[in-house]
């Protein structure tokens, strides 16, 4: 009988603090959620980050052997990109970013582990959201990527940045999604057990901290910003190019969250994708919202993500298991 493997990859060290504290919590998770096989959480911070480890796996029973494409298990590994990059580097370096993430979504370079390819892969973060509404604290899953890249025009190119020609365009999901059983897996009584564990985050929260998901909600990205006050100019430039992008669309698409890596890590593999995304602020008001407050803006919002991803990995391993009976 095969192996599943599914990846819970988060972008920095605090996002995957956050998801860890959710994962490892009783009351946090669904009913005989598996502690974890194999931990290596929390990390310290003169960790082997040239030979990166998840910082947990569970492992779930599979299907077993009546379904016509039986499963035996599904391992859910919980990676953070920043365990793996360059402490040298910004953490915020999508350049670096690219480099390490083959090593977290094929094992590339590991001697003791295979080329393998993820059977699903979710990126959990945080985020901004437009318009003046605040949906602070509220968390957001869909599928479909923009990444926009600032510094595409510039010339010469600073040799410390990423391009790519896959920027300035919509990516859909794969055919093969959760979002194809949105029904079943997003269903009532998902969001009442997310939102009623909740953190509401201290600056501007959102009048009420709802989940909301569609397959349609696009993660847009901005690459190569490591200047946070760069972020005042660079998300409205980005959010404007989505728009545009959009206009062209006969079938327009709604955004779910406005960061910087749900897009890159999307790329990196063909395999069914979603992201969730934890609102922290307003596009344009970064340093009021998350500046002023950032442990713990940061720390709410991330915490929810969380909680959505830990309700959802039984789902998925569920979905996984019975995909083609």
């Not at 060290?13 to 669904?30: F, G, H, I, R, T």
């Not at 934890?278 to 002023?292: A, H, K, L, P, Y």
Request: hydrophobic residues 40%; glycine residues 6%; aromatic residues 10%.
């Amino acid at each position: 009988m095969a192996n599943k493997r599914i990846l819970i990859i988060a972008n920095k060290n605090w996002e995957a603090d956050a998801l860890m504290n959710v994962l490892l919590q009783s009351k946090a998770c669904p009913d005989n959620f598996p502690w974890p096989i194999a931990l290596n959480h929390p990390l310290p911070p003169n960790h082997d980050w040239k030979n990166p480890t998840p910082r947990a796996v569970f492992r779930f029973q599979g299907s077993g052997r009546n379904s016509r494409r039986p499963v035996s298990e599904v391992r859910v590994e919980v990676w953070c990109i920043q365990d793996a990059m360059n402490p040298s580097m910004s953490s915020s370096s999508t350049k670096e970013k690219v480099r390490v993430l083959p090593k977290i979504i094929m094992r590339k370079g590991f001697r003791k582990h295979p080329t393998e390819n993820p059977d699903f892969v979710m990126a959990l973060g945080t985020g901004a959201y437009p318009g003046e509404t605040s949906y602070n604290g509220c968390v957001f899953a869909g599928s479909n990527v923009f990444i926009h890249d600032p510094y595409h025009n510039q010339k010469p190119p600073d040799p410390s940045h990423w391009s790519s020609a896959m920027t300035g365009k919509l990516f859909a999901p794969s055919e093969v999604s959760v979002f194809s059983q949105q029904a079943k897996v997003f269903d009532h009584t998902l969001r009442a057990e997310v939102e009623t564990r909740f953190i509401v985050p201290p600056v501007n929260p959102s009048r009420k901290l709802i989940m909301a998901a569609a397959a349609n909600y696009t993660a847009v990205g901005v690459t190569n910003i490591t200047n946070y006050d760069d972020y005042a100019w660079a998300d409205d430039e980005a959010l404007h190019k989505f728009n545009d992008m959009n206009v062209r669309r006969k079938e327009k698409v709604p955004i779910g969250s406005l960061e910087t890596t749900h897009g890159i890590i999307r790329l990196q593999s063909g395999a069914p994708f979603m992201f969730v995304s934890g609102i922290t602020d307003r596009i344009g008001c970064f340093n009021m919202e998350v500046g002023s407050r950032p442990y713990a803006q940061n720390f709410a919002c991330a915490h929810n993500a969380g909680v959505v991803a830990a309700w959802l990995i039984p789902r998925i391993v569920k979905h996984l298991s019975v995909e083609g009976e």
